[in-house]
C-alpha cells in the first residue's frame, strides 16, 4: 500500500495489484483507494479522463439516431465529442463514420 503524498521516484515501482491511496483532503477528507490492474505502454494521448469499467452504462441508444427516429445501440465512444460536451458521447457505428469520422473513437463494450 502506498500513502501520499508519495515519493518523487514511486511511480517507476508501482506494480501490478499494488493499492494506492489518496486523500483529497480540500475539507472534507475524502479518501480513494486505487488498485492497479494493469500496467501498459501509454496508446494515444486522450485528454479525456478514460473510463475503463463502470457499474451501468448510462447511454445505450445513438443520439443521432434518435434524431431520426430510430433506436440504435451505440457501439462507439467518441473522445473529442467527450471532451466537448464534458459526458460520455457514445454513437452507432453508422454514425462514428459519418458524424464522427475525423474524430478520436474507439469501439466501447457492454
Ligand atoms: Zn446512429
Ligand atoms: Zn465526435
Redesign the pocket.
Known amino acids: 500500500m502506498y500513502q501520499d503524498p508519495y515519493p518523487p521516484d514511486a511511480l517507476e515501482h508501482i506494480l501490478e495489484y499494488d493499492t494506492l491511496s489518496y486523500t483529497d483532503d480540500f475539507g472534507d477528507n475524502i479518501q480513494y483507494v486505487l488498485k492497479v490492474k494493469a500496467i501498459g505502454l501509454c496508446e494515444r494521448v486522450v485528454k479525456y479522463l478514460h473510463v475503463v469499467e463502470q457499474s451501468k452504462p448510462r447511454y445505450r441508444y445513438?443520439p443521432?439516431?434518435k434524431a431520426e427516429g430510430k433506436q440504435?445501440i451505440t457501439t462507439w465512444i467518441c473522445f473529442q465529442c467527450s471532451t466537448k460536451n464534458q459526458r460520455d458521447v457514445l454513437?452507432?457505428a453508422?454514425?462514428v463514420g459519418s458524424e464522427h469520422e475525423d474524430h478520436s473513437t474507439e469501439p466501447v463494450t457492454y
Open positions: 445513438c443521432d439516431c440504435e454513437v452507432c453508422e454514425h
